[in-house]
Every structure is written in C-alpha cells, then in structure tokens.
C-alpha cells in the first residue's frame, strides 16, 4: 500500500500492453512445441536433428514467459495486490497451452500419421485448448463480514484509476489503482491487475489487507451482479414515505440484506 497516489501513466500502459501481447504471442511457441514432442516420441525419427530445434523452442517459450513478466512487474510496480503476477503468469501458461493444443490437433498432418492417430490428436489438442481457457475465469470469492484472521483487516476500496488497453481483452491485461482507507485511518493506494471484464472509475469493493506489514495488500474482490428482487427491494424502500410500516413476513422474523453477505467477483 501507499500512501501517495499511483496514476497508471504512459509508461506503465506501455508495459502492460506490451506483456499482453507477449502473452499472446507466447502461443506461437506453444504451436511449435507439440509436434516438436510427437517427432521425438516417435521411435526411428533422428534424434540430432529433432533435439536442438525442440531446444530452441523451450529458450523461446521459457524467453517468452521471463521478458513477459518483467513487462507486468514494470507495469504493476511494487505496490500492486496480492495474486496479480501468478494471475498473469497463469494467462501465460494458458496462451501457451491454447498453442500447444492447436499444435496437437495440426501435428497428424504435419507428421503425414496413420488416420488412427487423427482421431486421438484432435481429441486431446481440443482438450488441453479447453482446459487452458479455463484459466480465464474470473474467480468468485465470498465478500467477508468479518476479518478471517487476527493480522488481516477489512477495508472498503473504490477504483481511482482504470487503463484496459486497446486490445482484445486477452490480449492486454486491464489495470487499476484502487484507494481505501485503513484502521488507522491513513488513505492508501495500490495497483491491481483485473481478472475479468472491465469496471468503471467507482467502482466499490472489499480490501483485504495485513495489518503487520501496511504496504501488502491480499486481495480486492468486488460484489457479485444483485438479483432483480433485491434490486426491486431496494427501489421500493427507498421510495417508501418516512414512518411508512414495513410488513414482515408470517413468521416475524425480518430478513435484513447484508451488502456484503454475497459472493464476490475478484477482479
């Protein structure tokens, strides 16, 4: 956390869409690696030939991933949230895995296999291309009504500044400067990679934060999308004339909504 405010300037954009791109690239890489590793599978196929390509092509991969996350780091810089570069290095990991997947289902054709092995190929490129965009999700963690440990504090944080690039989604990572205040009273700043979709200048969410070390922030995870009754709830007890009586339901018991008692959206 600091205690100075953190714009996302020119540079840092720079860096970001840059990482993005690498990120994007680094399928490429992925592409070439599968049948890279089918040629040296494959019994009779000459080995001396095969080794220093599929060599080349791990130091571009292994090239790809390094410059990609000094790009974000440079982005980010070294007041950022928790989980943001393993996030990116998880997007990493799956353009490479889309690419690998591609690879695995192009490989029979570029190898002239026995049709038997089409089947088989395609089978698992289409798997490993499914299983990496999972890695897109946005994860879903519950909004706390309580701090879940003793050196953990809970604060309200709202988005200062925005930048989502003017790529495709997957291909530049988006960036926020969140500011909340903390127990002691002190306004502070971090940046943040967003997981999923973009947000808007505003936009309120949950911080958590260690109370021991000040400068690290955990996590910032925003509400989940409020149902249409509770929306229409809520319109109607705002539009409700003062002293107005608030029937309750058959049992007495009045169900109270707590803002913060739903699933989150960490992004």
């Not at 196929?45 to 991969?61: H, K, Y």
């Not at 997947?101 to 289409?126: K, R, T, Y």
């Not at 409020?226 to 339901?249: F, I, K, L, M, W």
Request: hydrophobic share 45%; with cysteine.
């Amino acid at each position: 956390m600091s205690p100075q405010p953190l714009p996302i300037t020119g540079a840092r954009r720079l860096a970001g869409g840059s990482a993005g791109m690498l990120a994007t690239t680094s399928m490429a890489a992925g592409f070439a690696i599968s049948p890279m590793t089918v040629l040296l599978a494959v019994p009779g196929e000459d080995l001396d030939a095969n080794l220093p390509l599929f060599g080349l092509t791990l130091a571009a991969t292994l090239a790809f991933i390094l410059i990609g996350h000094a790009l974000i780091r440079a982005a980010l810089g070294r007041v950022r949230t928790g989980g943001s570069l393993s996030r990116f290095f998880r997007y990493q990991l799956a353009a490479i895995g889309v690419g690998a997947g591609l690879g695995l289902c192009f490989a029979p054709a570029m190898l002239s296999a026995a049709p038997g092995w089409w089947a088989a190929s395609i089978i698992a490129g289409i798997t490993l291309c499914l299983l990496s965009l999972l890695a897109f999700r946005s994860a879903r963690r519950p909004i706390l009504r309580r701090s879940p440990g003793p050196n953990i504090g809970l604060a309200e944080g709202v988005v200062v500044d925005y930048w989502s690039g003017v790529l495709p989604r997957g291909a530049a990572p988006q960036l926020a400067t969140i500011r909340f205040v903390d127990e002691a009273g002190r306004t502070r700043f971090a940046r943040h990679l967003i997981q999923q979709r973009p947000t808007v200048l505003g936009t309120m969410g949950q911080v958590q934060y260690d109370r021991r070390r000040p400068h690290r922030v955990l996590r910032f995870s925003i509400s989940g999308p409020r149902s249409p009754a509770r929306s229409r709830n809520s319109s109607e007890q705002r539009h409700r004339p003062h002293g107005a009586r608030q029937h309750t339901n058959p049992c007495g018991n009045q169900q109270r909504m707590n803002p913060h008692g739903h699933l989150g959206e960490d992004f």
